[in-house]
């Protein structure tokens, strides 16, 4: 049987259960003390001051918690990227922020600062680089805008740990920073988040509010780990092939998305969910402690994977692989090219997967478009134009069969699609 490929590979600890079970003898499944430790692991492995690290039950949370200890005046603007997840956006207007969007270049997918630069208003006190799909924003350009007009900066490093600019982490540049460890984050402990930031006054402030929250249920922290569990076994390739491939297959045929039943619901989270609000267990970190001593083995996988599938690519007609800006280390969290001037992606993403590789299309979203944001002042047609690239996995648990299979597949595809199209590029 030909199996199938995911469009997703969670990073994952061969001793996972192991070190759960050792959690449990010891009593210290949801509280313990290796908390602090992968708190300052993790903030000695940026170069940071490690109580200058602060655990959260998301990323969004930890962003939340940042936003609420630089206490901004109410209706103060903050602007991010017009590609983003949506939540990001939605928990700075629960903290009491308006929001604004900057467009991104789409050939980095990160965003303009020139764009940054337009929306500055008398009421903006923030800016959010969100390092997307792996790659540094151009850093450079936006510190200088930032000091220029007296802004703070946050950035956003859910999908770009391990990434560099200039030789120097990314969420080691602007007054704090945000990363996620859900299942499929570069840094998988099963959900989860950090806050990073500079000045050790606001983390005792991201701290003391984190730890005013309740302690999430032994239950609730099985069930997370069930969760992932669940994840890594429909994602082998011949588990995903016989359950949810042939879904993907069939509503690739009868034009459905069913990426909606793989995301959270989009909504208003006023008020804060009640798993939003709790802490971070012992278990998961106990899981990061040691999911960061594969890390980087993990990082240069998906970039020599990447560098595999940009050689096979790389000189079909009309097609555009990353681009990686001089002094941008990527960790390609995603892998995103454009296809030829002419079939629709969405097409191109079918064809994909009747040959068996799963090819995602959008991994974020354009929030100025959608109606949870209503009008909001933006600038988005770059983002646009980059929700029609393709994601592709080079994710660092394929095997090389596999990911020869992959690159080889989606060649073929895009060549065809080329040579109908005359060979123009999309971007
Ligand atoms: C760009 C971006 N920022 C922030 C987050 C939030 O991370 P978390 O799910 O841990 O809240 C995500 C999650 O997918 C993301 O994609």
Redesign the pocket.
Known sequence: MLTAISRYGARVLPNTEELVAGCKARGEFVEGPQIAEFEAAFARRLGVDPSCAVTAA????A?YYILKALDLPAGSEIIFPAL??W??PELARVAGLTVVFADVDPKTFTVKPDSVERLITDKTRAIIP?H?YGLPCDMDRLLEIAARHNLIVLE?C??ALGALYKGKPVGTFGTGA?F???TL?PLNCY???LALVTDRQLARKVRQQIEALPWPSEKRVQDRLLMGRLQRIFIKPWVFSISLFPVLWISALIDANPDVFLWENIRSLNPLPGQYTERFPNVQAVIGLEALKHFDGWTAQAQANAQYVNHVLGDVPGIQVPYVPPGCTHVYYQYCVYGPEGPKRDDLVVRCVRRGIDIETL??DVPPDMELFGSVKAEADGARRSAQALQIPVYCGLRRDQLERVATTVRAVLAQAAAASGGAARS
């Open positions: 998301y990323g969004r949370m962003f983003t997840f939540v990001v969100t997307l956003d859910a999908h945000l996620s460890f859900q984050k959900g989860g988040g991994h974020v």
